[in-house]
């Protein structure tokens, strides 16, 4: 008489448990977290704005021009990113990919002109530690600067994966991650330009 084998109990899921919606909630609270990182910088910035210690004010130095066309090239970045999104949405690989593309020269494109701007206020003596002003105008847009170059880095590594392994659903969640990431810092720009810039120099 032959016994039965009776079976091993499994303690474990052998196959990915990842919940449904977990990483867009805890994204979302990341994105918060840094709402309240930049609500922190602008109320700064408006406590310390007119604080020159007798240097330049805004007028003095900000160049609207150039401003409004590194603003367009991060409103234009955002709109290209909407249409890779619908492009992934289609399953259209290399579509995506090309506007995934176009994006980030975009954003490059946004980065270069802000240091650009940067070197040219620090050549002219209006660096960081001349004022409280320009203090807290550096550590704003610094810190938004910053904010961009992650996310620049943060795309081109999608693109990869998304070269690589196509449209997975993974690739897709983590494409809607880096699209909340980049329309939040498009309106963190809107909000820096207006209160910033415009104020700055018009105020």
Not at 39 to 52: D, E, I, K, N, Q
Not at 165 to 176: A, D, Q, S, T, V
Not at 179 to 187: A, G, N, P, Q, R
Request: hydrophobic share 50%; with cysteine; net charge negative.
């Amino acid at each position: 008489m032959q016994l039965q084998k009776t079976e091993k109990p499994e303690f474990y899921l052998k196959e990915e448990h990842h919940p449904e919606g977990s990483t867009m909630l805890g994204f979302w609270l990341y994105l918060m977290s840094d709402c309240l990182i930049f609500a922190v910088l602008f109320a700064t910035h408006g406590v310390l704005g007119r604080s020159y210690a007798a240097g330049p004010s805004p007028a003095d130095l900000f160049d609207l021009p150039i401003v409004a066309i590194n603003t367009s090239m991060l409103l234009l970045s955002s709109i290209t990113y909407g249409f890779a999104m619908l492009q992934m949405e289609r399953n259209a690989k290399t579509e995506t990919l090309f506007w995934l593309a176009v994006t980030g020269v975009f954003g490059a494109i946004f980065l270069a002109l802000e240091l650009y701007e940067f070197n040219h206020l620090i050549h002219e003596g209006a660096g960081p530690t001349r004022s409280a002003f320009l203090s807290s105008f550096f550590t704003l847009v610094g810190t938004h600067g910053l904010h961009v170059t992650f996310g620049i880095i943060w795309l081109i590594t999608l693109m990869v994966q998304v070269a690589k392994h196509g449209l997975i659903p993974e690739n897709k969640r983590r494409l809607m991650c880096l699209s909340m990431f980049w329309h939040f810092l498009d309106v963190v720009w809107i909000g820096v330009f207006s209160f910033v810039y415009l104020m700055g120099v018009l105020g």
